[in-house]
């Protein structure tokens, strides 16, 4: 199959399986595109990820535009970029038709729910995933329990806290001599 239209078409699935944005997407990327095809590795897709959440946008889109133009270059980040948002924007269009229709529908509230209970298993899962390999010394496991501590307990913008510890971590690395 021609890598353009199997970035658009993995994209394509991803985009139409993932309820709950861009943190439900993690397990589903992980899978796809590191385990399944070998695109990325678990840290490119973790750095494409927190690039993803610095920069504007929805951080699904711009996951997988910066896979995309890895492999193919602008082109394929266009590719893989429309496979991604294609299923949302039928599904949303489909559901915008009917859906106020049911909405106060009892079985519509609970179904709602359960996805997103389900999607915060999700997430869960791929937070573990990736914690495995981001937490590897004293020094990452610190930043971890501080960037969860800034993000549970203040307003700080999670932009904020990636390039904050982005800078230690550099910081770090030089004084050690490993740059």
């Known amino acids: 199959m ?11 699935k991803i985009g139409s399986i993932t309820f709950g944005g861009g943190y439900a997407m993690l397990p ?18 973790t750095d494409y990820y927190a690039v993803g959440q610095c920069t504007p946008g929805i951080i699904a889109v711009n996951t997988a535009t910066f896979i995309g133009a890895k492999l193919a270059g602008n082109i394929g980040g266009i590719v893989a970029t429309l496979g991604v948002v294609f299923p949302s924007f039928v599904i949303i269009s489909l559901i915008a038709a009917f859906l106020t229709n049911f909405a ?8 709602f729910a359960g996805i997103r209970i389900c999607v915060c298993i999700l997430i869960l899962n791929a937070v573990l995933k990736l914690l ?3 937490v590897v010394d004293k020094l990452t496991g610190a930043l971890f329990i501080i960037v969860i501590g800034i993000s549970a307990f203040t307003n700080v913008s999670p932009a904020t806290t990636v390039v904050v510890a982005g800078i230690i971590g550099l910081l770090a690395k030089k004084m050690r001599g490993d740059l």
């Not at 106060?104 to 179904?111: D, G």
């Open 28 to 45: 589903f990327l992980q899978r796809e595109v590191v385990e399944a095809r070998h695109w990325a590795t678990n840290d490119e897709l």
């Open 2 to 12: 021609p890598l353009l239209l199997e970035l658009f078409l993995v994209f394509a």
């Open 104 to 111: 106060e529908l009892a079985v519509v509230k609970n179904a």
């Open 132 to 134: 495995k390999g981001a």
